[in-house]
């Protein structure tokens, strides 16, 4: 069984640092395209960041793709979100996605249910 858990979130001040990470265990690590997605209250959750399943590419959306960086360790089967100089508007629950099919070529930005899933972490920036 496929359990994906997601840790580092928590409570900063705008222009700190935190770096999110998602064990992915139950399954061969590094065969699956892997993402973040955020959500805030009474939104729909948001793509944020995604990596290829073999780590030579990465894509983030507009609005982070200068601050956040997105990497993976296979030996601890983990994918990381590094984020840097937060602001209050980053401040969300953090997903971490992992598909379920082997080897796609792009990772998608759009949050889909058969995708593995963790429970979030939250983040939370203040001014």
């Known amino acids: 069984q496929v359990q994906v858990a997601e840790s580092g979130g928590g409570s900063v001040q705008a222009g700190a640092s935190l770096r999110l990470s998602c064990v992915i265990s139950?399954?061969?690590?590094?065969?699956?395209?892997t993402a973040w997605f955020r959500q805030t209250p009474g939104t729909e959750r948001e793509f944020v960041a995604a990596i290829k399943w073999n780590g030579a590419s990465t894509y983030y959306s507009d609005s982070v793709k200068d601050r956040f960086a997105i990497s993976k360790e296979g030996a601890k089967n983990t994918v990381y979100l590094q984020m840097n100089s937060l602001k209050p508007e980053h401040t969300a629950v953090y997903y971490c996605?992992?598909?379920?099919?082997?080897?796609?070529?792009?990772?998608?930005?759009?949050?889909?249910?058969?995708?593995?899933w963790g429970q979030g972490t939250q983040v939370t920036v203040s001014s």
């Open positions: 996605a992992t598909e379920s099919s082997r080897y796609r070529n792009k990772p998608t930005r759009k949050p889909k249910d058969d995708d593995y």
């Open positions: 139950g399954r061969t690590f590094s065969n699956y395209n």
